[in-house]
């Protein structure tokens, strides 16, 4: 399994945080590959997601449900078809790493873990003489570059005005 977590700050409460991550279907506006989110439920366990991904010639509908949600701290989930992978969202009260001036802040984390490997290929609808494995090696570093864009564009989205975002960014040393 290969895994990337993304974390920063947020100047908001936990609560809010949380509030906003549970609010799925706007992610498309974050991101530079999602079309659009379909959501089947209100956000709590159950809630099934249908996302639209379009990379190079390649679309892709990933689907994914919520499995456990510990709010304001966590929102777990994983993908149902095609591919093994899961991941969470954490929210952690951090009013110790608050800039002067800030009354509150949060650490934001998303987690992704998952299997390239576990891809299935019927799955993609692939341009002739492109194989499978050349699209898994293209799309892994997408991965890390795309969870960080969503996490700086989250963070100018929730405190309502763009700033630099200090992001950490771990993954396993086998990965990515």
């Known amino acids: 399994m290969d895994e990337v977590e993304v974390s920063t700050v947020i100047h908001v409460p936990p609560a809010e945080a949380y509030e906003f991550i549970v609010d799925f279907p706007r992610y498309a ?11 089947d439920g209100d956000g ?6 249908a996302l639209r991904f379009s990379w190079w010639k390649l679309t892709y509908t990933a689907h994914t449900e919520v499995v456990d949600a510990d709010p ?3 929102l777990d989930w994983r993908v149902i078809r095609n591919i093994d992978a ?7 009260e951090a009013a110790d790493e608050a800039p002067d001036g800030v009354e509150a802040a ?7 873990e998952y299997d390239p490997g576990s891809v299935n290929a019927g799955s993609i609808d ?16 997408l991965i890390q570059k795309e969870a960080e864009r969503v996490v700086e564009r ?6 309502g005005q763009p700033r630099e975002v200090d992001l950490t ?5 086998d990965a990515l």
């Open 169 to 173: 960014v771990h993954t396993r040393p």
């Open 44 to 49: 709590s366990p159950g809630t099934r997601y």
């Open 126 to 141: 692939l341009p002739r003489f492109v194989s499978l494995s050349w699209v898994v090696e293209k799309v892994k570093p």
């Open 72 to 74: 304001p701290e966590q």
């Open 106 to 112: 949060s650490r934001v984390s998303l987690r992704i």
């Open 29 to 39: 506006d974050y991101s530079e590959y999602l079309e659009r989110v379909r959501r």
């Open 86 to 92: 899961d991941g969470h969202w954490r929210i952690e």
């Open 154 to 159: 989250i963070v100018a989205d929730i405190e």
